[in-house]
């Protein structure tokens, strides 16, 4: 990506409010272990190109979601916004801050306004600790030793979560999933931050506790002025709570706009079969199924040209051959594909009559 592409990027919420986070071609790469005899063999090195130069930004009091399927580098991409895990290359502001130039205390303190919701509340959650001990982690670790303190902090977290300051002596096992999360989040907003992760925050938890998950990250995001990265598979969750939408194919972003541009109006291959999956009528309703066949390819060695070739129903030898440029086609809709002016033309036709 040139300079100028990802200016361009950058750009795509700047006329509306400053960045809490920005994150400049980011790259993270896992390196593959290949054993005591690949090393006789003298082979090459292997990595897994989990980020391969990702560029965006996210306002504050921003919900920017990241949507693809299982492998496409979301939650990589998550954890390195948080440089919970350092990028390979790259640059993360956060708050106007360059994260990788700050000392370690520096960032500790940096991290206060930085927290992470994760997938399932069940395996996040010690089992063995009280909930009002979980809960006040983040207040321990920046030092707060007073107990009454603590306790009125916890006390205040459960209720804006839609809890009982009575059950903080209680043990994870003793809630509901639904609840479980509920705590997870407590947890995450008890040092009342700017910005937080949510990963799959609904994935785990039964269709009719969803909705009030969600709902509940909506009033606490207007209480607290806080920002979200959303990462999710769901593209209809994303729809619900996100004001921008990336959607993240093998670790690319191959389309960014707002959200109701994106479900409307989806201009990359990928995303169109995303919304078509989706089990909601009017989402799909006047949208044949987008036939595309084939998983994910391995990261480890992704497709050349455009990494959607594989699997994509518009391909040609071009896209085999040439990265596609991420493109404005108007109204900050960000496309990475080749012929997406031709994709949308045709999607017309696949409208069906009513």
């Known amino acids: 990506m040139t300079l100028e592409q990802k200016q361009i990027v950058s750009d795509i919420s700047a006329d509306s409010g400053e960045f809490l986070l920005q994150v400049d071609n980011l790259q993270k790469h896992f390196p593959v ?20 130069g990702v560029t965006f930004s996210i306002k504050r009091n921003e919900t920017f979601a990241i949507v693809g399927e ?26 106007s801050h360059e994260t990788e130039k700050l000392s370690e205390k520096d960032m500790r303190k940096l991290r206060r306004d930085m927290q992470i919701v994760f997938q399932d509340p069940s395996s996040s959650l010690d089992p063995h600790k009280r909930i009002v001990d979980s809960i006040s982690e983040p207040l321990r670790a920046i030092g707060t030793k007073n107990k009454a303190e ?26 509901s999933g639904g609840q479980r999360q509920r705590i997870s989040i407590a947890r995450a907003i008890i040092l009342k931050p700017k910005f937080i992760v949510l990963d799959e925050p609904t994935s785990s938890l039964d269709a009719s506790v969803q909705s009030q998950i969600l709902l509940l990250l909506q009033q606490l995001q207007e209480q607290y002025n806080l920002s979200y ?11 619900y709570l996100a004001d921008r939408i990336a959607v993240m194919y093998l670790g690319r972003f191959v389309e960014i706009a707002k959200t109701e541009d994106i479900m409307t109006e989806p201009l990359h291959p990928y995303t169109q079969m995303l919304i078509a999956s989706v089990l909601e009528p009017e989402v799909g309703a006047h949208l044949k199924q987008v036939e595309i066949s084939g998983e994910i390819p391995s990261p480890i060695n992704p497709p050349s040209g455009c990494r959607f070739h594989t699997r994509c129903p518009y391909a040609k030898q071009k896209c085999s051959e040439v990265q596609p440029e991420f493109r404005d086609l108007g109204n900050k809709h960000f496309v990475e ?10 999607r017309k036709n696949l409208l069906v009559e009513a």
Do not use: W
Not at 70 to 95: Q, V
Not at 229 to 239: D, F, K
């Open 70 to 95: 299982s492998g496409s580098g979301k939650t990589t991409l998550g954890l390195s916004a948080l440089r919970l895990i350092d990028p390979t290359s790259g640059k993360i502001f956060f708050d």
């Open 229 to 239: 990265l959303l990462i999710t598979h769901n593209i209809s969750v994303a729809r």
């Open 150 to 175: 603590i306790r009125r902090s916890v006390a205040e977290a459960l209720k804006a979560v839609g809890l009982d300051e009575s059950q903080m002596n209680a043990f994870p096992h003793q809630f």
């Open 33 to 52: 272990k290949g054993g005591f005899f690949a090393k006789l063999r003298g082979r090459k090195p292997e990595f897994v190109h989990a980020v391969d």
């Open 337 to 346: 594909c080749h012929y997406a002016e031709e994709i949308a033309l045709s």
